[in-house]
């Protein structure tokens, strides 16, 4: 566990925290300072009686959603995640899994221990599924990087691709500007931006191919030949 925390000024200058009693703030700033590397205190009562914290400021503090509690009596800072980024070469995974998967994480990286608690919440994703997303780009972390293109920046390619398409198409702009309003517009999801613009352009040059040929057979005069 780091030695070091940090609290975000965002969560503790709201009228909502500053109106909570001082003791209850300090309970909070004291559990902040004592939780693992995922922001769980598997000792929250030991601390409230080091610092002569009452049953009430807990109370405040899982009533206000400032932490979540489990069953086994493990707490968890509800914005730890905001509070704190910790290095991947000093982070160590909780050793409370059974209460870390019982968590979604939502996209202001807030944890919340209900999925259905509102359409006012953003999407909520399950945090083992976003550890093993995180491990997948770990992984990935040498392949070559990908740059942004397009008006909306939807376009993913890498260097070698972007002049691989580049010396292939004379539209290659048009073509990665297809994709990227495409991606805009309609949602598309592709795994291979550079795959997909040679698809695309495969599709393309065959529809051509096919007009042309209905359009010749279509128009082709017919000549005819008087004795």
């Known amino acids: 566990m780091a030695s070091k925390r940090m609290i975000a000024i965002a969560i503790i ?24 590397d995922d922001g769980f ?11 002569g914290a009452a049953e009430d400021d807990m109370k405040v503090l899982l009533t206000k959603r400032y932490l979540l509690m489990f069953d086994s009596g493990v707490i968890v800072i509800k914005h ?20 870390y998967k019982q ?11 209900n999925v259905n608690n509102g359409s006012n919440l953003d999407p909520q994703v399950r945090l083992d599924q976003i550890r093993s997303d995180k491990v997948s780009k770990e992984e990935a972390s040498d392949k070559p990087g990908k740059h942004k293109y397009g008006e909306y920046k939807n376009v993913l390619l890498t260097d070698e691709e972007y002049a691989k398409l580049k010396k292939q198409f004379t539209d290659y702009e048009y073509k990665i500007k297809k994709l990227d309003e495409g991606i805009e517009m309609k949602g598309y999801k592709y795994k291979n931006h550079y795959l997909t613009v040679l698809k695309w352009a495969e599709r393309d040059g065959k529809e051509k191919q096919k007009s042309t040929a209905d359009y010749v057979n279509v128009a082709k005069p017919v000549c005819r030949f008087e004795e």
């Open 41 to 51: 205190v598997h000792n929250p009562k030991k601390i409230m009686r080091m610092i």
């Open 13 to 36: 200058d709201s009228d909502v925290f500053l109106e909570m009693p001082a003791s209850t703030q300090n309970l909070y700033f004291h559990l902040n300072m004592r939780a693992d």
């Open 80 to 99: 730890w995640r905001l509070h704190n980024t910790i290095q991947k070469d000093r982070y160590k995974p909780t050793l409370y899994q059974d209460e």
């Open 103 to 113: 968590l979604f994480h939502k996209e202001n990286k807030a944890y919340t221990d």
